[in-house]
């Protein structure tokens, strides 16, 4: 029996990744240290520092969202939970709604006769 291209694509990418999970596992890299760090980095924050000339020290921020790590961090997730963004479609309505709803009415009219 001959394999088809998709079949055998399909063997070599489980055979693939079986072995770079076991690698990752063995060098302590687990699929839930993994995602426990994809968790802290939704939650990124930050300090800033910069140095105060006149008082000859360095002066911290409040901790502050990271928004840029979030959205890496978020991007990340994406591919990792294998998520799509929602598609747009396009959905022809009828959008005569008086129409549609005197065409409803005498449906009901219609059933509720018989």
Do not use: F, H
């Not at 939704?42 to 020290?57: F, I, N, P, Q, W």
């Not at 963004?85 to 022809?92: G, I, L, R, S, Y």
């Not at 065409?103 to 006769?113: F, L």
């Amino acid at each position: 029996m001959t394999k088809t291209p998709e079949q055998i694509g399909k063997e070599a990418s489980d055979v693939a990744r079986a072995v770079v999970l076991k690698e990752a596992k063995s060098v302590g890299l687990t699929t839930r240290k993994t995602l426990r760090r994809i968790a802290q980095g939704l939650d990124a924050k930050e300090t800033r520092t910069s140095y105060d000339k006149d008082r000859g020290r360095w002066s911290y921020s409040d901790s502050m969202i990271d928004y840029g790590a979030r959205c890496d961090y978020a991007k990340l997730a994406v591919v990792v939970l294998d998520l799509k963004p929602a598609e747009k479609m396009d959905v022809n309505v009828n959008t005569n709604l008086p129409e549609m709803l005197r065409e409803a009415r005498e449906r009901a009219a219609k059933r509720g006769a018989d």
